[in-house]
């Protein structure tokens, strides 16, 4: 009996050692990632969550603090998918994609995850001339991020081109195209 019980504690002590350097392990391998990437940047994948929910509601948290009441014109950088696009558009509803005849819009120009905490940098416009912001979330294992802090920079940018699909510009849901 005495045995056992030996042995029992054992088993105990090393599940709990176990679980513990697997808590202390899983925080320090998260991923490093940045979309569009630059050269040496880790390269993310911009269908994968939580980079599409990171793109919306960086445009949607940046509008309606720099320019409640306006009509929400959204563009993502060239290389984004159409579903990103179509997903992006959904959870920002009402907005619609840019076209290009749009002179207006709100553009996500990189999108930078690092374990708990995400960066978007997004284009904005303003009086006569487009301008950077950050979007900074915040975040942990198993929950969404959400946005902590809207940095702006007085810097000014060159006013974005429309980058969405003509597929997307028609029938920006895609609930009409067939399956």
Sequence with gaps: M??????????QSTMALIALAFAVAVPGCTSVMTYPEYPGAPRADPSLQPMPNLMADALKFAHER??????LVVN???TTP????????KRDEPCRPMAATDTI??????????????????????????QLATVHFAGSTGQPFYPTQLQLWLVPVVAPKSNAPEAVIVDPTGRNEPR
């Design 2 to 11: 005495k045995c056992r019980s030996i042995r029992i504690r054992r088993v």
């Design 66 to 71: 720099l320019a409640p009441g306006t009509e």
């Design 76 to 78: 993502l950088p060239p």
């Design 105 to 130: 819009a709100w553009t996500v120009q990189q999108v930078r995850l690092s374990g708990g905490k995400a960066e978007v940098d997004v284009v904005y416009p303003t009086t006569g001339i487009y």
């Design 82 to 89: 159409r579903q990103v696009w179509r997903g992006v558009v």
